[in-house]
Nanobody, 121 residues
């Protein structure tokens, strides 16, 4: 079993930055960040391989967001810069035993409870 706990969400003005964290228990997995805005489906944001050597981003966040991990601390991060109102969503971290198709929700075995990010327009 893996438990995931996100933190770091909040309200930030457009153009600002936030860093999300996800504390994980249990064995190490490939990890991802997803988000879900009101009335929309959950969508892929970024993913990182188990040892951190490979990353993958959604086009909408490429160049603004950076995913990273500290395996010694069992913690996943998402640095979000140049935030836009359309980034407003609940952000979820997730763990996957594979890294075949990291942009697909069903590849992930465990999910956190989510943390709210709000960027007012």
């Amino acid at each position: 079993q893996v438990q995931l706990v996100e933190s770091g969400g909040g309200l930030v003005q457009a153009g600002g930055s936030l860093r999300l964290s996800c504390a994980a228990s249990g064995r190490s997995y490939a990890m991802g960040w997803f988000r879900q805005a009101p009335g929309k489906e959950r969508e892929f944001v970024a993913a990182i391989s188990r040892v951190g050597g490979s990353t993958y981003y959604a086009d909408s966040v490429q160049g603004r967001f950076t995913i990273s991990r500290d395996n010694a601390k069992n913690t996943l991060y998402l640095q979000m810069n140049r935030l836009k109102p359309e980034d407003t969503a609940v952000y979820y971290c997730a763990a996957s035993s594979t890294y075949r198709y990291p942009w697909l929700l069903h590849e992930y075995d465990y999910w956190g409870q989510g943390t709210q990010v709000t960027v007012p327009s």
